[in-house]
C-alpha cells in the first residue's frame, strides 16, 4: 500500500524515540491514509505552526501544539478520496482511532507528537 500511517501523541520526542512498547495509553488518534496524508502537517510546517524533527518515513516526526491540532482532529478524518492537498487529514474508510477522554484531557497549550509512517 503506498501511503502514511498517522499517530498523534502526548508523549515527548525522547519518550518516544526510546526502547519499549510506545506509551499506547498516551495516543490520541491514528489513521491510515494516501499518498497525499501527510500533506496537512506539512501544511502547518509552513505556516509556522508545526516543527517537523524526523525526515525518514520511519518515522517523519512532528511537534505541534495542542490548540493547533486538536481543532482540526474536531472536525473529523474525513475519508480520503485520492490525492488531497490541504489543511484537514484524510483516511481509509474505517481505519480512524481517535480516543475522545486523552483528547479531552489536553491542555492548549501541550506539545503533541505527530508521527507520519511511510506505509510503501
Sequence with gaps: MLGWWTVITTETL???AAPGDGGKEATLATWDSGLGGMDWILELCKQGKAEQHAF???PN???V???VVLPILACGIREHLGHFNGPEPSAWKGSVTVHQERIAACTP???????VW???
Design 109 to 115: 497549550e501541550q506539545m503533541l507528537l505527530v508521527e
Design 61 to 63: 516526526r512532528f511537534t
Design 56 to 58: 525518514n518515513g520511519y
Design 14 to 16: 525522547a519518550q518516544r
Design 118 to 120: 511511510d506505509q510503501s
Design 65 to 67: 501544539a495542542a490548540s
